[in-house]
């Protein structure tokens, strides 16, 4: 796989941003999809997952009641929908593929073995 995150720039607080995961060259049908970000200094940090028929979500505290997370199985793209933007949001954010856990998702980074190379989200007046 070759994960490319699209999407991310600049945005003032409360404002909004939807990024996009997708590969061109091979189906991600058959791989739970996980975002992530990393802060400036902070450690990278689980922000949602989304499992690869789309039916089961999961959602970081920070995440929960602003950021949704869907999937276009025809486009083979994963979307991180971002509303309501707070300056705390900013950072590089990566999405991953894993196709381990069935049935799911997880927000255990370690179980994401294709990364890409992540988009830059900053929020800022």
């Known amino acids: 796989l070759q994960l490319v995150e699209s999407g991310g720039g600049l945005v003032q607080p409360g404002g909004s941003l939807r990024l996009s995961c997708a590969d061109s060259?091979?189906?991600?049908?058959?791989?739970?999809i996980g975002w992530f970000r990393r802060a400036p200094g902070k450690e990278r940090e689980s922000v949602s997952c989304i499992s690869s028929s789309g039916g089961s979500k999961n959602y970081a505290e920070s995440a929960k009641g602003r950021f949704t997370i869907s999937r276009d199985h025809a486009k083979n793209t994963v979307y991180l929908e971002m509303n309501n933007l707070e300056i705390e949001d900013t950072a590089v954010y990566f999405c991953?593929?894993?196709?381990?856990?069935?049935?799911?998702?997880?927000?255990?980074?370690?179980?994401?073995?294709?990364w890409g190379q992540g988009t830059q989200v900053t929020v800022s007046s």
């Open positions: 991953a593929a894993d196709r381990h856990v069935k049935g799911g998702c997880t927000l255990f980074m370690t179980f994401y073995e294709y």
């Open positions: 060259g091979f189906s991600l049908d058959n791989y739970a």
